[in-house]
C-alpha cells in the first residue's frame, strides 16, 4: 500500500499477487457526482492489466482466465473503470478491488460437476397430497352464490 491508502499491488489471493509494475492507470473526469468540483478533477480511474503478456500466471491458470474474460480483453488486455465515488482515491481502490474480484472468478476452479439424482417416493407423495389438497381447498372455495 501507499501512502494514501492507494494499493500499489493488486491482491488477487494469498499466493497471487500483480505488481505495480504490471499495472496501468489512467485518470479522466468522471461524468458522476461532484458538484463544482466534477469539471476540475480526474476522478474517473481506468486500470489495465495485460493478461496475456503477464508471466505472472502458470500457464494453465493464464489460458484459463483468458478463455472465460475473452469478451472482456481487448488484445489481451483487461481493463476496469471506476467512477462511482468522488474523490480518485477511493476509485482507485474500487478498480484494484474490482480487478482482483474478476480476475480471481477467472483462474478459480471450475465448479464439480452434477450428480443426478431423483426425488424419494415419500417426496413425491408428499407433493402430490399437498397439491390434491391445495386443490381441495380450492374447489370447495368455487360454491355457487344463491
Known amino acids: 500500500m501507499r501512502c494514501c491508502g492507494v494499493p500499489d499491488d493488486v491482491l488477487i489471493n494469498e499466493r ?3 505488481p505495480a509494475a504490471e499495472l ?3 485518470f479522466s473526469r ?3 457526482p461532484g458538484g463544482q468540483g466534477v ?3 480526474d476522478s474517473r480511474v481506468e486500470l ?3 493478461l496475456a503478456g503477464s508471466d505472472l500466471l502458470p ?3 493464464r489460458e484459463r482466465a483468458l478463455e472465460r474474460l475473452g469478451t472482456r480483453l481487448v488484445n489481451g488486455v483487461l481493463t ?6 468522488r474523490s480518485q482515491l477511493r476509485n482507485r481502490e474500487a478498480a484494484a478491488a474490482r480487478l482482483a474480484g474478476i480476475v480471481a472468478g477467472a483462474i478459480a476452479p471450475p465448479p464439480r460437476a452434477r450428480r443426478a439424482t431423483r426425488p424419494s417416493r415419500g417426496a413425491v407423495e408428499r407433493r402430490i397430497s399437498d397439491k390434491k389438497r391445495r386443490s381441495q381447498t380450492k374447489r370447495n372455495r368455487r360454491g355457487g352464490f344463491d
Open 24 to 26: 496501468s492507470w489512467r
Open 39 to 41: 469539471n476540475t478533477t
Open 48 to 50: 489495465s492489466w495485460d
Open 30 to 32: 468522471s461524468s458522476g
Open 59 to 61: 500457464p494453465m491458470l
Open 16 to 18: 497471487l499477487v500483480i
Open 80 to 85: 476496469v473503470v471506476a467512477s462511482e465515488h
